[in-house]
Structure formats: C-alpha cells, structure tokens
C-alpha cells in the first residue's frame, strides 16, 4: 500500500495548476508591495504659507469646500482669498502694478505668488516632501 | 464526485507532500520576487545615492527686478546652501542697482546716471557697457525690434500703466502725438560706447534707455554662470518667468521639468506645455500679467517701436535657449512680429526654440516639441 501510494504521489507532477495559482499570487502581491513601496504618497492637501518681509504670518491648509478671505495687520490693503477648489490669490492690493492680483489662483505644491511693492509670498508646499509631489520643477 | 474531488484537494493541499510543493512555490516565487525586483532595487538605491550626496535646498528672494526670484540649489549642505543664497542675493541686488532707471545707486554710476547726463560722456563700469553693448546688438539682430534707447516712450507707457491700474477711473492711454514727439529721441546710433576711454555718451539730450527687455535675463544668466564657475552641479533659478537651469534636477535624476504657463488661465489649466531641460533657460513674456485694461481694452506692457503701440500679435511667447540674456530678448522680440517673422528671426539663433499661444493656439517649433517629450511631425 504504502509503495503504492508513494508511487502515485510520485507520479503527481510537482508543479499543479494550484502551485501556479499560488506563485502568481506571491509575485502579484510583491509586486504590488514593490510599486506601493516605491510611490510617493498622494497629497492629501497642501499649505499655504504667507510671508511679509521674509517671515511666515500665516499657514492655511487648503481644505475641500473652505471657502474665506485672509486680511493682515501688517498691510490692510492686501486681500488675499482661499478658494474651495483648494487654490489661493491675491484679490486685492493697493500695489502699482497689480502683478500678484493677476498671477491668480494657485494650488500646486511649489508654486508661488508675489507681491513685491508690500512684500508679501503665498509659497504652496505639500503636506509631506512638497519636491516629491511637484509634477513640474518650477513655471516659465 | 464533486465533493469528494474538493475533499481531495484538501487532502493533497495539507498532506506532506502538498505542503512541500507549497514551500517550494513559495520560496520559488520569493526567489524570483527578489531576483525581479534586484536591478529595480539598485537603480532607486543608485537615484537616492546622488540626493544623499547633495541635499535639496530652496530659498526666495524678493525684490530685485521688480519680482520673487525662486532660487532652488542641490549641494552638500546647509551651508554651503546658505552662501550660495547670500552670494544669489547680493549678485541680484547689485545688477538690480546697476541697471535700475528710477533710483541712484549707493555704489556709484549706474543706468540712471546715464540717462540723468544724456548728452555727455558718463564714466561706467564695465558691466554696465557689457549689457548696453549687448542691447544694441540684440536690436540689430531684431531689426529694431526691440530698443533700448526708448525709454522716452516707454516712460509714457509706464506712467499711463501705473496710473489706471491704481486708479481705473483715472484710466488714460498716451495720446499718439506725445509718443511720436518722444519716438524722436530712440536712434540707437545715438547710444555711444566708448571702451577705450570706458564711456557711454547719449548723445541726442532727450534719450533715454530702458534695459527692461533684457535686464532680468541678462542677470540671471550672469549669476548662473557665476554658480557653475564656483562648481554648482544642480540648481534653477526662478526670477518671475525667466528660468534658468543648471545641470539636471539631482533629486529627481532627471532633467528639469519647467512648465509653461498659460496666459489665459481660467484656474483650470494653468500650464500649456512642459519641457524637459538641461543647462537652459526657459523665458516667458506674455500679456497676462504687466498690463491696465482702458474702455474695455486691454493694453500690454510691451510697446513695438514701429507702431509706439503695445504688442497684439500673441499672448504670450515663451524660449528655450542656452543662454538666459537671449532667451529674455527673444521672447520681446517674438511678441513683437508675426510667427512667420519670428521663426525666420529665430533661424539666426542656432539652439532657441520657441512657443507661441494665441487664445487657444499653441504652435512651436519642432526643437521646442522635441523638449516636451513629443514625437516630431
């Protein structure tokens, strides 16, 4: 009995379908934990940090949905206006030019907006490694 | 039969020799895990091995030029870092002072003393004839395009911008005779340079130079120069849409990605193209940002020498070349002339590629494609 049985079990190929279900599964979930591994995570949102005259005054997490305008001691006439659609822009400002008013809305990490006659930077940054999640270096 | 042929898999699947064959399946497919995902291993371990080597650095300037200068600079510390920053800085606020038309500079001459003795010799430094020189050779090339002896219309303009973007009310254009009476005063042949006795002589009283075209990409093509002699490997400069690379983006082991921004941004599509560069400028000029709007019209910030009118023919023109200064120039001059112009302008600037956007029109040159990644026609 016994030889026979290790003889069937001998004829028994190694490798059955049910191996190769296993196998595949096993290179399926490394590779799956290899490219989980290697990719940098989603922003889950980004920060807004607003600097007068080279000091940061103010960091608004740009949420989903908030909708509000941010006004300064340091400069009254600067509005600046968070979006719900998570961007951020000068709106108002009392500046010869106007230039930070039509930048425009901003949101990507490692974007910025200036207002140089009163010295004032909103610099987007992303929550974790702000480079990492730039999809581009820097705008032209 | 069924239940039985399930009762044999569960026999086989945890007898002996079932667990056997499951050891081996998975050690095998360990094995070939490892062995796939070694080369892919050693590649991330050789991207990480350069930014460990040189750390990511950022810092902004604001200010010079009249802009937020983005500086980003890849080097072996902290340190290093922040004399690079110091030596950016004070670079940028010494040019700033050297080519500035509405304030005296501490240090002595610069263009406003030029223009404040139009009419006699004015001792200069020489960076300062270096970039007067190169004005007058960037308005040869452009047929006199671009001009910087016209200040005196340019002023105009300048007033005119100010004063309705500050007060709309108060919103006005230059009335055309005022313009052709300063148009008067622009003949480049009237800029001297004299380099033996070191001189630059407005010889017609009522000129006065305007480097705006070019100044901010001069500069930054001066400072640039400066950071690779002193041996920066990777680093970009961001001075307000004139951007220069150095080397390629270490953190990333990648060329530098520059976008390009659309003039007509709704919020929605803030860029028209990326390019991928190496050791190149990218310069935009556009009518999105420097510009007063008068009875519904809007008016750029960049006048036409020929017509004393500001620039109608695009949106915005944007250059990739090696050298910033050209880049900055190109872009004034491509805003000013038709694509057909410009392209046989460009054709005397081996290696500038250029991008045109009219409303929703984006054309470039097929060297410009090639830097977006894109197969060519």
Known sequence: MKDRAETARDRRPFFRSRDALVLFLVLLTALLLFLAAGKSPSPAGCVAKIYFDGKLIESVRLSQGIERDWLFPERPSIVIHQYADQTIAFVSSDCPDHVCVRTGRIGQPGTFAACVPNRFLIVIEGETDSSEQEDVDLVA | ?377
């Open chain 2, 1 to 377: 039969m069924g239940i039985r042929g399930i009762s044999e898999k569960k026999g086989s699947a945890f007898s002996s020799a079932g667990i056997a064959r499951l050891a081996a399946a998975v050690i095998l497919a360990l094995l070939i895990s490892a062995f796939c995902c070694l080369p892919l291993s050693c590649r991330a371990a050789n991207q990480t091995a350069s930014p460990a080597a040189l750390q990511r650095f950022e810092a902004f300037i604001t200010g010079p030029f009249d802009t937020a200068i983005k500086v980003i600079l890849f080097t072996a510390g902290e340190e290093e870092f922040n004399a690079y920053r110091l030596f950016i800085e004070e670079e940028f606020w010494r040019l700033h002072r050297l080519f500035d038309i509405y304030h005296d500079a501490p240090e002595g001459v610069n263009l406003k003393t030029v223009n404040d003795h139009a009419g006699t010799p004015v001792d200069c430094p020489g960076e300062l004839m270096d970039l007067i020189e190169f004005g007058i050779g960037c308005g040869g090339e452009a047929g006199g395009r671009v001009n910087i002896a016209m200040g005196s219309v340019l002023s105009l303009w300048h007033d005119a911008r100010e004063i309705s973007s500050a007060s709309p009310d108060r919103a006005y254009i230059p009335d055309q005779k005022s313009l052709e009476e300063a148009a008067g005063h622009t003949s480049i042949r009237d800029v001297v340079v004299d380099r033996a006795r070191g001189t630059v002589t407005l010889k017609d009283r009522m000129m006065r130079l305007d480097v705006g075209a070019i100044a901010k990409g001069y500069a930054v093509e001066k400072i640039a120069r400066q950071l690779a002699r002193r041996g920066l490997q990777s680093g970009a400069i961001d001075a307000g849409g004139n951007v220069r690379v150095i080397g390629r983006n270490e953190g990333k082991n990648k060329p530098w990605r520059i976008g390009i921004n659309n003039p007509l941004d709704n919020g929605r599509t803030p860029l028209v193209e990326i390019a991928s560069v190496e050791d190149r400028a990218v310069v935009t000029s556009g009518n999105d940002q420097r510009f007063f709007i008068f009875e519904g019209r809007r008016y750029s910030h960049i006048i036409d020498p020929t017509t004393l009118q500001p620039a109608h023919f695009h949106d915005s023109v944007s250059i990739i070349a090696e050298d910033s200064g050209i880049a900055d120039f190109l872009t004034t001059a491509l805003m000013l002339m038709t694509e057909e112009e410009g392209r046989i302008l460009l054709g005397r600037f081996p290696g500038c590629e250029a991008l045109w956007v009219r409303g929703s029109s984006v054309t470039m040159t097929e060297g410009f494609r090639r830097f977006t990644g894109q197969a060519g026609d």
